[in-house]
């Protein structure tokens, strides 16, 4: 049995909108740990909505540091960019350079403390779809945008030699996810999307090396 707290940081997609049953793929994931594998996981699910790369460098630090005491082993995951491509007012929230430094400064200051996983973002629908998700706000997502920073993230991590998950390539084309985005917004997936992603998670090998 491994003793292990892990912060999940990053946005809608790690908090689990879309999922009726409020879990996400943290939630999954870490109870598959705990029931079918008998850790003691502690799981700390720091996702916030239509949240960006320059939002998320500004706070995680701080709610990490809050929950990851030195005395207990500890890991950090991180999932963010979808927000970064879109566009509100027909204007890019993010620019790719400025994806790229905040990933950068969150990895390289994150690395040097606990130990880390990066998880690339997952595909949106063909369409480029659009949402509201509040009065007012409306973002369009942009499926070549979310590949191109995928692949500029990938090549970042191989440089700062931290392990990268490339969900957007197992994810992009299967008939699961895409059923998923179709039953959901087109961003998120419902439950099933959800499971499908953290059973891809569970697997991985630098992700089974925190455990096994």
Known sequence: MSLRRICFVGDSVTNGTGDADCRGWPGRLSAAEITANGHDLTCYNLGVRAETSSQIRDRWQDECRARLPGHVPAGITFMFGLNDIAD???????????????????????????????????????????????????????????????????????????????????????????HSLNEGDGVHPTGAGYEFLSRLIENWRPWRRWFD
């Not at 950068?104 to 369409?127: F, N």
């Not at 979310?146 to 994810?171: M, Q, W």
């Open 88 to 178: 509100e007012q027909d204007s890019r929230r993010v620019s790719l350079a400025q994806s790229l430094e905040n990933a950068e400064a969150v990895l390289t200051a994150s690395a040097a403390t606990w130990p880390v996983l990066w998880l690339g973002p997952t595909p949106v629908r063909r369409d480029n779809p659009k949402i509201s998700p509040g009065k007012g706000i409306t973002y369009r997502f942009h499926a070549d945008r979310v590949t191109e920073l995928n692949a500029r993230f990938s090549t970042l991590a191989k440089r700062l030699d931290i392990p990268y998950l490339d969900c957007h390539g197992h994810l992009a084309d299967t008939p699961e996810w895409d």
